[in-house]
């Protein structure tokens, strides 16, 4: 048997052309899947995990934004005036980056009286102050304390405190002394030394709170004259003679007499007025009370007047050109003991 060599110049036309077929199917795979590859790794490598902490929430997100400012852009989170982003916004992102929003919150300053409202990413009433260029004196008093945390809504009051020393002089009173005389008729009274009072000065320690009094503190006091004290003589003697005839009083009231005579109407004891009848003030001398009246003589409390008020009395005459002799005078009306 004779074998042969067959050459693939020597092969059919339709043979060639189905190898072809198959090398070209193969190369355009391989370039397929390695432009898969490429995608995906451009994919992998455009995408960054960034963890995003605003306040108190915390997220991570998965993002093809080139910066910080973009993504925030992108997922639609507003930044305030007064609130802070680490790190910067233009900040390029990479996988892993942490984005942190620090939010100012509303405070209420209140100084001296005046209120104000401010943004502030303080941590502490302290920071804040100095945040403000508010710088309190020492003596100054700051609520609540500056180590205090800054909270949303917080009020802030700062008092200002001064004090100063404030002299001032303080009249001093007199006392009253009280003598018995026995040269004169009970119930009456003769003043011998007019009171006159002392005078001190004092010195205070005054705390003020924003312009305010709030404290007074005596720290020192001098007696520049001291107060002199009123002497009055009380009368002790309870018998007096009128007409030669000796009178027992139980108290002598120094009084204003007018007179009256007849009205029509009874007295307020019920009985029609008559000689003797006084009209008095029933808190002075009672109704009721035995008197001796100079100038006019024994008489008795029978009635009252809307006139006759305090150390007054009103003496009953029959006619009335009696009663306008009288007229007005002071009397001494002797309340007779019993």
């Not at 700051?142 to 303080?170: C, F, I």
Request: glycine share 10%; aromatic share 6%; hydrophobic share 35%.
């Amino acid at each position: 048997m004779t074998w042969s060599t067959i050459r693939s110049q020597d092969l059919p036309e339709t043979g060639k052309r189905r190898g072809s077929n198959r090398t070209l199917l193969v190369s355009l795979g391989m370039v397929t899947l390695l432009c898969c590859l490429l995608a995906w790794g451009g994919y992998s490598w455009a995408q960054k995990d960034v963890v995003l902490r605003d306040g108190s929430q915390q997220q991570t997100l998965y993002t093809f934004q080139r910066t910080v400012g973009d993504l925030l852009t992108a997922e639609g989170i507003e930044i305030g005036p007064r609130d802070a982003v680490e790190p910067a916004l233009d900040t390029v992102l990479k996988d892993g980056l942490e984005v942190i929003i620090a939010r100012a919150v509303p405070v209420t300053i209140l100084i001296e009286g005046d209120e104000r409202q401010e943004l502030t990413r303080a941590a502490t009433v302290g920071e804040l102050l100095n945040e403000l260029n508010i710088v309190p004196d020492p003596s100054d008093l700051v609520r609540p304390d500056p180590a205090s945390p800054v909270e949303k809504g917080l009020l802030v009051a700062l008092v200002r405190v001064s004090e100063e020393t404030v002299v001032q002089d303080v009249e001093l009173p007199y006392g009253v002394s009280r003598r018995p005389a026995y040269n004169l008729e009970n119930g009456k009274t003769s003043v011998i030394t007019k009171g006159a009072p002392g005078l001190e000065k004092q010195s205070y320690k005054v705390v003020y709170h924003d312009g305010k009094e709030v404290e007074r503190e005596l720290i020192s006091s001098t007696t520049v004259r001291k107060p002199k004290d009123k002497v009055i003589l009380v009368g002790m003697v309870q018998t007096v003679s009128r007409g030669g005839e000796d009178l027992h009083f139980s108290r002598v009231v120094e009084a204003r007499a007018t007179a009256y005579t007849y009205t029509g109407n009874n007295t307020a004891t019920g009985v029609p007025p008559g000689p003797g009848s006084v009209a008095v003030d029933p808190t002075v001398i009672p109704l009721g009370s035995k008197l001796y009246i100079d100038g006019y003589g024994y008489g008795k409390a029978m009635d009252i007047g809307r006139s006759i008020k305090g150390n007054r009395v009103d003496v009953f005459f029959p006619t009335r050109a009696e009663a306008l002799r009288w007229g007005s005078r002071n009397v001494n009306v002797f309340v007779i003991s019993e």
